[in-house]
């Protein structure tokens, strides 16, 4: 049912089987028309579609809103690439309807299927909103909204389910809930919101909210009562599994996010990024909220401008009870590649770095060289980190750092905790880019600056007592012409003292002095 106007068509029944088939009641034609209803369908029973269609969408040309998408039964499976689509097609005038979908059970996408509004006109996109007891959403499938050309904005995606999962064995094929916006689209990006109890995140899926030109990114938020996992694979980059709220080659602003749980549970390859990549846009801000946190095997929190052109870093704010964090044991990259923690970085080309602020009520542990860190490696000033915790352990070659490796600024790092724990060293050699040898990595709490001349931040660690032990390191070092920064105490006890044994056998093999296996400030 379609025409200048759009159709309407009307389903009541017990149960709904679509294969190879479609439903459409869309708005074609010149000119404009009272516009119809889209699609609504009742249905006391199940839905299933198998290489099928269901859909209310804006052709060309047409000034007619869509009438959008209604789908109500027990269950609803989309599957071989099936769809539910409202949009507004290149060169449309009207808007995409909204899309509702309500599963009393269940909602399960598989295998290139989606449930998708979007523009490429000046009208905007639908939004999409679900409703259902538990969403399933696999290989190649998603629920989208892009703006693929002109000027109006992608629609909103919200999300209401007990539980929420993201499964993929076809590696490279987007697979989770997305909207973004595409050159030549100048719209915003639409946001994300979901509400559950239960997210998982795996390898090769994602929540993420792009902005590819000037458009603004869109924001996300989460909130899970119960836990949130984001679980990826050793064969899959970090950047394949997570949540992604990027600006990426254009000018356009990058999206917030905030998310908020009871665990938040991240391993193997995983990201959560709010970031500039190779375009002047700012990154968003990031406020991550949960009771108890792990980040394990190159898993990692950041707003970062590191790859940025110009265009600022965001800021990030961790609030939690109890965080660990665990960097990957075997990793020969463990500050690189095989990045574990949480950061914030200024771009080479310019920009601000963010401030990074984490509160952890009971306790903050980096152990298996992980990394709390911010910097600079252009002309623009690092951002400042602020750590608020009852204690504070770094071990095993982990590291609290700020660094400049260009002309501007590193942040300062301030502490303030009950106790402040600095231990051991970590035993396997890994390649030091500020060295250029192989090191083993004491654990530390460092600002640095290299050799472009801008100047170390300085370290303030306020806390009833202090321990630097088994050769690790507090220090403020300058590499370069930069000054190095000031260290400040403020402590009822301060004990420095240890050798670690590991590092004095690794200096000796390298026919080096063992003073540096020493604990020192």
């Known amino acids: 049912a379609g025409g200048v106007g759009g159709g309407t068509v009307y389903i009541r029944g017990g149960r709904l089987q679509l294969s190879n088939a479609n439903v459409f009641a869309s708005a074609s034609g010149t000119g404009s028309g009272d516009p119809g209803m889209g699609v609504d369908a009742e ?199 997570g949540i992604f709220a990027n600006t990426l080659y254009g000018s356009g ?79 020969s990259d463990p500050f690189g590649s095989g990045f574990t923690g949480m950061s914030t970085m200024a771009g080479p080309w310019g920009g601000e770095g963010g401030q990074l602020k984490i509160t952890a009520t009971d306790n903050l ?15 623009g000033p690092g951002g400042d980190t602020e750590i608020i915790t009852g204690l504070l352990e770094v071990n095993n070659g982990a590291n609290i750092q700020s660094i400049a490796k260009g002309s501007g600024d590193a942040g300062n790092i301030q502490i303030v905790a009950n106790q402040v724990r600095v231990s051991g060293v970590h035993p396997d050699p890994f390649f030091n880019d500020i060295t250029g040898e192989a090191n083993l990595a004491p654990s530390a709490i460092t600002t640095q600056t290299l050799d472009q001349g801008g100047r170390a931040g300085d370290v303030m660690i306020t806390a009833d007592a202090i321990e630097v032990t088994d050769g690790a390191v507090i220090d403020a070092r300058t590499f370069g012409p930069g000054d190095g920064g000031n260290i400040h105490f403020n402590a009822e006890s301060v004990s420095i003292g240890g050798e670690n044994a590991d590092m004095r056998e690794f200096l000796a093999s390298q026919g080096k002095s063992p003073f540096v296996a020493r604990s020192r400030v």
Not at 130 to 142: L, T
Not at 168 to 188: A, E, Q, V
Not at 365 to 379: E, H, V
């Open 43 to 241: 249905i006391s029973g199940d839905v299933i579609f198998n290489g099928s269609a269901m859909g209310a969408n804006v052709f060309s040309g047409v000034e007619t809103d869509s009438g959008g998408v209604r789908l109500t039964a027990e269950n609803i499976a989309l599957m071989n690439f099936s769809e539910i689509q409202s949009v507004a097609n290149t060169g449309s005038l009207g808007k995409s309807g909204d899309i509702e979908v309500a599963a009393r059970s269940d909602l399960t996408l598989d295998y290139g299927s989606m449930i998708r509004t979007g523009t490429g006109g000046s009208g905007d996109s639908g939004d999409i909103q679900i409703d259902a007891s538990n969403i399933a959403i696999r290989d190649g499938s998603s629920l989208y909204s892009p703006v693929f050309g002109g000027s109006g904005n992608g629609g909103d995606i919200d999300i209401y389910a007990e539980g929420i999962e993201f499964s993929n064995n076809f590696p490279g094929y987007l697979t989770g809930i997305n909207t973004r916006t595409y050159n030549p689209g100048t719209g915003k990006a639409g946001d994300i919101s979901i509400h559950t109890e239960r997210l998982n995140i795996t390898a090769g899926t994602e929540i993420s909210t792009p902005t590819f030109f000037t458009g603004q990114g869109g924001n996300i938020s989460l909130t899970s009562t119960e836990f949130i996992s984001i679980e990826g694979s050793e064969n899959l980059a970090p950047f394949a599994t």
């Open 365 to 379: 542990t980096l152990t298996n060289r992980s990394q709390i860190g911010t910097g600079s490696a252009g002309p």
């Open 253 to 331: 602003q990058g999206g917030n996010l905030q998310l908020t749980t009871n665990r938040l549970d991240m391993t193997t390859n995983t990201a959560i990024q709010v970031g500039t990549f190779w375009g002047t846009g700012h990154a968003g801000d990031a406020r991550i909220e949960a009771q108890t946190m792990q980040l394990q095997d190159a898993s990692f929190i950041t707003t970062t401008g590191q790859f940025g052109n110009g265009g600022n870093a965001g800021n990030l704010e961790v609030i939690a009870d109890s965080i660990y964090i665990s960097g990957s044991e075997g990793s």
